[in-house]
């Protein structure tokens, strides 16, 4: 619920795949759930094939591998950014 109500406030959400109490594939699924049109980015240490296709079905824009370099994360980002005309 506090997402919803600071959406407008984000251009754009860096999620961690792995997380102490919710993992980034649900928290994300329930973000996709409330309506909240904010382009999410999945930040993991195991990007192989068929684990990108479960980031994407889970309602992720797009992902990076860490250890995340500088240059992609921007390209990343302002592809994404632009996709929702933030940028």
């Known amino acids: 619920a506090e ?23 649900e928290a994300t699924r329930l973000i996709r759930e409330m309506k909240v049109d904010i382009p999410i980015m999945a930040q993991t240490a195991f990007a192989m094939d068929h684990e990108e296709k479960e980031i994407l079905r889970s309602g992720f824009n797009d992902y990076i591998s860490k250890p995340i370099i500088k240059s992609q994360l921007l390209e990343k980002n302002a592809g994404l950014l632009n996709q929702n005309g933030k940028a």
């Open 3 to 25: 997402i919803e109500a600071h959406a407008d406030n984000y251009d754009l959400i860096l999620m961690d795949i792995k997380m102490a109490e919710m993992d980034g594939m």
